[in-house]
């Protein structure tokens, strides 16, 4: 079920977001009057590719999974989203309405703040106010997009398997196997052969199932074409 927070609660959520760290009081107020707090249940979906909203929306706490659908109705895993971060993918600043790139769905209970576009822009955006950290955050986005071309299109599965561990090793050990090889897009088998390979090249080690990163800079120059 989809819960909705009460105002004075949602102040202290708003709070848990460094996007708006810069903000005073009556500023951080005016963000409150134009938002929403809404938890959303494991499972359940924020949106689906090509929905067309008028809120940008921050993740406060919890894991979005960004993903697309080809057309032989297989998923395709692009990225996670975590907690204190930007959700909306942004294209342009022109008219008050965002068509979504992407589904996301949820993978935890999460919070998610929703703000109205439009008043965002007006009372924030247009006077210059949080602009630095707007910005920041669609290059963050950028920067996500260029790591789904360099797995999809450039890294091998040895270079996939690396990066992965190098981006977010905490994740990586939260997954199942064969969540990871599905994440990856390589065989289970394949993400078995990579994971001994890096152990005894002594690059990795493996704890009770949990990976040890033993020589970052070595995992590193693999997907980093050093290696």
């Known amino acids: ?16 977001l460094s996007f708006f760290n ?24 924020l949106y689906y590719e090509n929905d067309i909203n008028n809120k940008i929306f921050f993740l406060v ?3 979005l999974k960004v993903y697309k659908i080809d057309k032989f109705e297989n998923e395709i895993f692009l990225y996670y989203i975590h907690k204190n971060s930007l959700i909306s993918e942004l294209t342009t600043l022109d008219n008050d309405t965002i068509r979504c790139f992407a589904n996301a769905e949820f993978m935890e209970e999460s919070v998610v703040l929703e703000v109205d576009f439009s ?6 955006l247009s006077k210059n106010i949080l602009n ?11 920067q996500q997009l260029h790591c789904v071309v ?22 990586f050990n939260s997954l199942k196997r064969h969540e990871v090889s599905f994440m990856l897009h390589i065989q289970p088998e394949t993400l078995s052969r990579v994971l001994n390979k890096l152990k ?16 970052k800079k070595m995992l590193q120059n693999i997907y980093r074409g050093d290696a």
């Open 1 to 16: 079920m989809i819960k909705y927070t009460i105002m004075n609660e949602k102040l202290n959520f708003i709070k848990q």
């Open 22 to 45: 810069s903000l005073d009081s009556e500023k951080l107020n005016l963000i409150n009057s134009m938002s929403k707090i809404i938890t959303y249940p494991k499972n359940s979906i």
């Open 61 to 63: 706490s919890g894991l």
């Open 119 to 124: 008043e965002f822009k007006a009372e924030f």
């Open 132 to 142: 630095n950290e707007f910005i920041n955050e669609i290059l963050l986005k950028t």
């Open 150 to 171: 360099n797995r999809e299109l450039v890294f091998d599965a040895t270079a996939k398997v690396a990066f992965s561990l190098c981006d977010d090793l905490d994740m």
């Open 200 to 215: 005894r090249s002594a690059i990795i080690d493996i704890e009770n199932s949990n990976i040890v990163i033993l020589n």
